[in-house]
């Protein structure tokens, strides 16, 4: 079958929840993905930041190969299983957490911690049940999770949808501190804002946040499911910030493009769950468990953080370049690592495609905004190129 073959096929027979963009992928390299056409396109998607070491990374196969001739993908978490130990070692020494349970997701992970939460709340006397988020947070699909988003267009026709969150607004920390009852049992939190538009949070709001934590015995709740695993020029942004969550969730590039999710606890939030108090059938599997093994290795063992915050930095600074040529089109870069924005006042969508025609792979964030989450292995050369198409694309658009 040729690409449109293809397509027509999986419009017969994929549940239709996406807008999917009309190509067939074949293969990748590094940071190039190739067609079924043989078409090449720079990847500035990254799988929505999952695949953190490319395409065909040498040690990830590597890892992921030795865990299938071995024949155990997956054994139960009824018994322990030696990469899954190593792999919890690994992340809870890079992420300087005491324990961590293993899901498949971002949503599982978040899931999780509202889970962990609402029993901590269950300890005190009276129940506390209330969690508070923030507007134009995303923290996925599952219905616990898309409660605690705080954006109003992932939650029509889903109604009713779980009772308990109430919506602070991101970076004002009055605006928590308003919200913040007798039954409030935690706060959930990106460092990073990804799908509400590129926004990181301020040291100022983090610290506060945690105070506010700590002076009504709330846990503090990150979600790093984009945010973390290096994509913030440190290992988790929480780092970055210096300011320490009791419970802390990671996806997505967790195990370098194998499905795996993980609610990481500090001492505080260790002992809260029970045995039958939750679980994940494939959460921890070997497979997964080898490529966070992988991958922390190389947020510990190498200069890949350094070169993270290096590149980002030229990456915003080409993208203020834009703003110089552009200023019309474009109002404000936004951003941290490899975790970049640039603030449209033309639809993303436009620019989306103008960049796939040229071969560049781009997504937009929020309602305004164009997002760059590459793999972290891109090169300086690869980031010239990629906004060399978009300052083309903005040409083609006036």
Request: with cysteine.
């Amino acid at each position: 079958m040729d690409m449109h073959q293809q397509i027509e096929k999986g419009k017969q027979f994929l549940v239709n929840t996406y807008s999917q963009v009309p190509v067939v992928f074949s293969h990748g390299e590094g940071c190039t993905l190739t067609d079924v056409e043989g078409r090449h396109y720079l990847d500035f998607v990254g799988g929505i930041a999952v695949n953190a070491l490319g395409y065909g990374d040498r040690g990830l196969t590597k890892a992921l190969s030795a865990v299938l001739q071995s024949g155990l993908l997956h054994c139960s978490n009824l018994y322990y299983n030696e990469t899954a130990i190593k792999a919890a070692e690994a992340i809870c020494s890079l992420a300087e957490m005491e324990k961590v349970f293993f899901c498949n997701s971002g949503a599982e992970a978040n899931e999780a911690a509202l889970k962990l939460a609402r029993k901590f709340g269950h300890k005190s006397t009276p129940i506390r049940t209330e969690i508070i988020t923030m507007a134009h947070s995303f923290h996925g699909r599952t219905y616990g999770a898309v409660t605690a988003t705080g954006q109003d267009k992932y939650h029509q026709n889903f109604d009713p949808l779980p009772q308990g969150f109430r919506y602070a607004r991101f970076n004002d920390l009055e605006s928590v501190k308003a919200l913040i009852t007798g039954e409030t049992c935690a706060i959930m939190v990106e460092p990073i804002q990804g799908e509400g538009g590129i926004v990181p949070a301020t040291k100022e709001f983090l610290q506060g946040v945690k105070q506010l934590c700590e002076e009504h015995d709330l846990l503090l709740i990150y979600d790093e499911v984009q945010c973390g695993m290096g994509r913030s020029g440190r290992s988790f942004a929480w780092q970055l910030y210096q300011v320490k969550p009791d419970v802390l969730t990671l996806a997505k590039a967790l195990a370098g493009g194998v499905p795996c999710g993980a609610m990481l606890v500090s001492e505080r939030a260790k002992d809260v769950f029970s045995p039958g108090d939750h679980a994940s059938t494939f959460g921890g599997n070997a497979l997964a468990m080898a490529g966070v093994v992988e991958m922390a290795h190389r947020l510990s063992s190498t200069d890949l953080c350094k070169e993270v915050e290096e590149k980002g930095v030229f990456l915003r600074s080409r993208l203020e370049a834009l703003i110089k040529k552009y200023p019309t089109q474009c109002t404000a870069v936004r951003g941290l690592g490899l975790m970049d924005g640039v603030v449209l006042s033309i639809p993303p969508r436009a620019l989306v495609d103008a960049c796939f025609e040229r071969g560049l792979l781009v997504l937009s964030a929020g309602y305004d905004v164009l997002r760059f989450v590459p793999p972290l292995v891109i090169r300086v050369d690869e980031i010239e190129k990629a906004i060399d198409i978009v300052d083309e694309a903005l040409a083609s658009l006036l």
